[in-house]
């Protein structure tokens, strides 16, 4: 589990010590830099667990797992993982894909939300983003996954005395070729637009890639996926599932099955000392006619505006649409 000091260490962190208290903090001896993980065979399903998002995967495979499993190679022909920005509608798989890609790999994992940096001293912010880069680079090769990363890297204001200009800055100096330290970062947003420009630039951020929702195959794999280990009537017809939750995402479909699974749990109670009752295609066709996507077509809409306007805001940049498509 991962650490990180409450604001009350941190103002001691970043209280100037007596001389008297510097004296104890000298080391005896050199203290030995601590041992890096190996790279380490998939733990879990890794990969195995996503439904659909082939290309997303193809991609992956061939810039993480196949650069960090093939290093001399890599090497030689000058190769390091990029930094990656994943961004589009909420409940697409996102944050559970950038998850599986480190139990894919098996290095560590570092998950990190805005409150984990969030402080109420003056610069506390920034001297937390400083300490995960370092407690990252101390447990390397890492994945250091951030969530919402809108709101930790803001377009900065023209005001000096903005604080957040700081932490942008922190960040800025941070992420500057974090590879090279074996950190190898994921980020995700459902608001790119929001992010500071300078943040995306190469070395910073290398590829921005917008991961879309479920087209029929991929919701008719998340069928499969869900349902896999419940009690189902023999006769699902998975097809005609994802015909009829056109437009829903991963978590829609996840919920729905929920749902069902939980009506069919209550009615396998109330037989008491009888074989539970399956999940049958009316339960579930039956749910999904209740319920409409979360995702609305005017947010899709916007997000296509978004990838337009990002395309051609960015020099150098080529935003993918590799999701499920």
Same mark, same amino acid.
């Given at each position: 589990m991962n650490r990180y000091l409450s604001d009350k260490e941190w103002l001691g962190h970043i209280t100037s010590p007596t001389n008297k208290d510097k004296e104890k903090q000298l080391p005896t001896k050199p203290q030995a830099a601590p041992p890096k993980s190996p790279i380490q065979e998939a733990k879990g399903g890794g990969l195995k667990d996503i439904a659909g998002m082939d290309k997303l995967k193809q991609l992956i495979q061939e810039c993480f797992i196949n650069v960090l499993r093939n290093k001399e190679c890599a090497k030689a022909f000058g190769i390091k993982p990029p930094s990656l920005l994943f961004y589009g509608p909420a409940g697409v798989g996102k944050t559970f894909f950038a998850e599986k890609v480190a139990e894919e790999i098996g290095i560590h994992f570092m998950k990190v939300v805005p409150d984990d940096l969030a402080s109420s001293y003056i610069h506390g912010t920034q001297a937390k983003i400083g300490e995960l880069f370092?407690?990252?680079?101390?447990?390397?090769?890492?994945?250091?996954?951030?969530?919402?990363?809108?709101?930790?890297?803001?377009?900065?204001?023209?005001?000096?005395?903005?604080?957040?200009?700081?932490?942008?800055?922190?960040?800025?100096?941070?992420?500057?070729?974090a590879a090279d330290k074996d950190i190898y970062v994921i980020a995700a947003t459902n608001h790119p637009e929001r992010i500071d420009k300078a943040v995306l630039r190469t070395g910073r951020i290398d590829e921005?890639?917008?991961?879309?929702? =479920?087209?029929?195959?991929?919701?008719? %794999?998340?069928?499969? /996926?869900?349902?896999?280990?419940? =009690?189902?009537?023999?006769?699902?017809?998975? %097809? /005609?599932?994802?015909?009829?939750?056109?437009?829903?995402?991963?978590?829609?479909?996840?919920?729905?099955?929920?749902?069902?699974?939980?009506?069919?749990?209550?009615?396998?109670?109330?037989?008491?000392?009888?074989?539970?009752?399956?999940?049958?295609? @009316?339960?579930?066709?039956?749910?999904?006619?209740?319920?409409?996507?979360?995702?609305?077509?005017?947010?899709?809409?916007?997000?296509?505006?978004?990838?337009? @306007?990002?395309?051609?805001?960015? @020099?150098?940049?080529? =935003?993918?649409?590799?999701?499920?498509h």
């Open positions: 370092r407690e990252a680079e101390e447990k390397a090769p890492t994945l250091l996954f951030f969530d919402e990363f809108d709101c930790m890297v803001p377009q900065r204001s023209n005001n000096d005395d903005n604080n957040q200009n700081g932490e942008v800055n922190e960040f800025l100096c941070m992420l500057n070729n921005l890639i917008y991961v879309d929702m =479920p087209d029929t195959k991929a919701r008719e %794999s998340l069928f499969k /996926l869900s349902l896999g280990k419940l =009690p189902i009537e023999k006769d699902i017809n998975y %097809s /005609l599932l994802a015909e009829k939750t056109k437009g829903f995402n991963c978590s829609d479909i996840g919920y729905i099955v929920q749902v069902a699974s939980r009506n069919m749990f209550n009615a396998s109670i109330k037989n008491k000392g009888k074989a539970f009752k399956t999940i049958t295609q @009316e339960e579930l066709l039956n749910v999904i006619s209740k319920r409409s996507p979360s995702v609305s077509s005017k947010d899709i809409r916007e997000f296509d505006r978004i990838r337009i @306007e990002l395309s051609r805001g960015q @020099e150098g940049h080529h =935003p993918r649409s590799i999701g499920f």
